[in-house]
T-cell receptor, first 108, second 114 residues
């Protein structure tokens, strides 16, 4: 079992819809959780982080963490074509472990 | 504008060559990292450093070495390049704990070994 799992996608959503990206992890001792966005041909950039169970909102982005079920999600409200990118989940155990990413396509 | 700068965007080398990838950050960050990114495999940690002259192996250190003589500079060295080291190499830096997971990445070096 991979330490951090993401569906590779692509996840296709229409403009204005909610995009839901999911990530599961295996280490119950994980303490901190991150979402990075990577545009094609570019390097990853940090967009959200969450440490506690529940929801954390930042503009159109909401990170959701459920430690009991070992998953973390990223919701993007009012999706825009400019949100089209690969989203990488990262989990900190004793080091930062990245998932392979989910490719999101937002079509007009 | 704070940033992590990698010296080359594209690099083509021959098998057996010694290759140096340079990374410089201007944010006075303690921590620096080297990753490689391959399709389907994601980001894999090669080496990292939490202080000058300090280095730690990551998940895939074989065939690589690193040097950190100054706080702002972290170099990745391929002693004898091989075709399986063709990849995108990403350097990153971060502050010391507790925020050390918030990585700032450089723009990457696409290395091709022929």
């Amino acid at each position: 079992q991979k330490e951090v799992e993401q569906n590779s996608g692509p996840l296709s959503v229409p403009e204005g819809a909610i995009a839901s990206l999911n990530c599961t992890y295996s280490d119950r001792g994980s303490q901190s959780f991150f979402w990075y966005r990577q545009y094609s041909g570019k390097s990853p950039e940090l967009i959200m982080f969450i440490y506690s169970n529940g929801d954390k909102e930042d503009g159109r982005f909401t990170a959701q963490l459920n430690k009991a079920s070992q998953y973390v999600s990223l919701l993007i409200r009012d999706s825009q074509p400019s949100d089209s990118a690969t989203y990488l989940c990262a989990i900190n155990t004793d080091k930062l472990i990245f998932g392979t990413g989910t490719r999101l396509q937002v079509f007009p | 504008d704070v940033k992590v700068t990698q010296s080359s965007r594209y690099l083509v080398k021959r098998t057996g060559e010694k290759v140096f990838l340079e990374c410089v950050q201007d944010m006075d960050h303690e921590n620096m990292f080297w990753y490689r990114q391959d399709p389907g495999l994601g980001l894999r940690l090669i080496y990292f450093s939490y202080d000058v002259k300090m280095k730690e192996k990551g998940d895939i250190p074989e065939g690589y070495s690193v040097s950190r003589e100054k706080k702002e500079r972290f170099s990745l060295i391929l002693e004898s390049a091989s075709t399986n080291q063709t990849s995108m190499y990403l350097c990153a830096s971060s502050l010391a704990s507790p925020t050390n997971e918030k990585l700032l990445f450089g723009s990457g070096t696409q290395l091709s070994v022929l």
